[in-house]
């Protein structure tokens, strides 16, 4: 895991509803693997981020957005 991965990772994890947990580190972890590979694109970032959505607290809902704006203003 790179610093900027770590770095969303504990953003992530910080704001993760009870009781899934392990669900978010599942999909964080397969975010990872396509980032290394080179297959996390716009497209991939749209298809899931409603899964990232569904796992956090709603009154983070917010911060997430802005996260994932900021990040997918930088995918192709």
């Known amino acids: ?13 910080q704001r993760v509803a009870e009781g899934k947990e392990e669900e ?4 964080l972890n397969a975010g990872f693997e ?3 590979n080179g297959t996390f694109d716009a497209e ?4 899931v981020m409603p899964k990232y959505f569904e796992l956090i607290k709603p009154e983070f809902i917010k911060d997430l957005q802005d996260a994932m704006t900021h990040f997918g203003g930088n995918l192709k």
């Open 44 to 47: 991939y970032l749209k298809e």
């Open 34 to 36: 396509k980032q290394a």
């Open 1 to 13: 895991m790179n610093p900027g991965q770590e770095m969303f990772y504990n953003f992530f994890m």
């Open 24 to 27: 978010a580190k599942a999909l």
